[in-house]
């Protein structure tokens, strides 16, 4: 359905978008993944027709909408800041896009009752916006957003301003209602574990260009470059012998112990284990609320980061660990990009 092709956006000499293409299917949500400054919201602007576009092509359904102004594209944006109308109450804010195409009253308030419905707000319709916690307002936004039945949804930071606990929780509900509707969404995110939550296919962008793009898990667990691998939270890399001793440690699951390259590692990747393969040193302990982050010497391979579930870990005691491929991956390009 959206088809990117080569688009280029600059701001004087600044590149901010270089030759990015995309493809997003009918019924599909793509997560483009990206650092603050990285140009995923000028792309997001530049597809809704809000910035110029100094090369390449935005097209829906196979039609070029060079021209095509913002508001006859059928698409619509919602911010991280829901930019909701603080004066109109939700049911009015919601209604709102249904009143531009003239709806009937009555089908107003059918519709408003059916979405305050989806999103999980049933009977806040006489409710004012500033009475709602952030969390109930990009609720109301969202709802909003799908009153008009939109061709795309296009969302900017969508859950970016809201605490981490409801943000997980949020992200899993937008994936349910996305899915549930056959919405066809492009969202753009900073976030790796929102993007993995409710998207199906994630494209990480990095100085203006697209890095890797493909199904989510895939991009997880599959990182094309060290770049990528960092941005996406592998925190160690180690090569040579001490990658084979690791990979070892894993007794070989999950990856061919006679291929090269460079195995990264989330912290994730090495658990403390009595019946683990791998020795060390604990270096340094900090307790987190559901594990113990530790840096460890482990033998023949150096400082690394590793996980435990015991709080009592202190510096300069014994322990043994296990690889679990799940948090670790062999890049095959190693170089900073």
């Known amino acids: 359905m959206l088809e990117l092709d080569d688009v280029t956006v600059r701001f004087g000499a600044t590149v901010a978008v270089d030759s990015v293409s995309l493809s997003v299917a009918e019924g599909s949500v793509l997560a483009v993944l990206g650092p603050s400054g990285c140009g995923k919201s000028t792309l997001l602007r530049s597809i809704a027709g809000l910035e110029h576009l100094d090369g390449g092509r935005v097209c829906w359904d196979g039609r ?25 109450s939700v049911a009015e804010n919601i209604a709102y896009p249904l009143k531009l195409r003239r709806v009937g009253r009555g089908e107003r308030a059918r519709r408003v009752a059916e979405l305050l419905e989806l999103v999980g707000l049933p009977g806040y319709g006489d409710r004012r916006p500033t009475t709602l916690s952030g969390g109930e307002q990009q609720r109301v936004a969202l709802a909003r957003s799908l009153a008009a039945e939109p061709a795309l949804l296009l969302l900017d930071e969508p859950l970016s301003a809201l605490d981490r606990s409801l943000r997980d929780r949020l992200a899993g509900d937008l994936r349910e209602i ?26 990480v962008m990095l100085d203006g260009r697209i890095a890797q793009e493909g199904e989510t898990v895939d991009v997880w667990r599959a990182p094309v470059s060290r770049q990528v691998a960092e941005f996406i939270g592998y925190e160690t890399f180690v090569e040579g012998e001490a990658a084979a001793r ?17 195995l990264a590692l989330r912290r994730s990747a090495l658990r403390v284990d009595e019946d683990g393969s791998l020795s060390g040193v ?23 980061a590793a996980l435990a579930e015991d709080p009592v870990h ?14 670790a991956s062999r890049l095959n390009d190693a170089r900073r990009l």
């Open 64 to 88: 070029d909408l060079a021209g095509v102004p913002t508001h006859e594209r059928g698409f619509a944006l919602m911010f991280q800041d829901g930019q909701l109308f603080a004066h109109a």
């Open 282 to 304: 604990v270096r340094r302990a900090v307790s987190v609320s559901d594990a113990v982050h530790l840096e460890v010497e482990v033998d023949g391979v150096g400082e690394v």
């Open 246 to 262: 690791l990979v070892r440690g894993a007794d070989g699951v999950g990856f061919d112990g006679a291929a090269g390259g460079v």
């Open 178 to 203: 996305l899915v549930s509707t056959g919405t066809t969404a492009l969202m753009v995110t900073h976030d790796h574990d929102e993007a993995f939550t409710v998207a199906d296919r994630m494209a």
């Open 314 to 327: 202190h510096p300069g005691d014994a322990v043994t660990l296990r690889l679990d491929p799940r948090g």
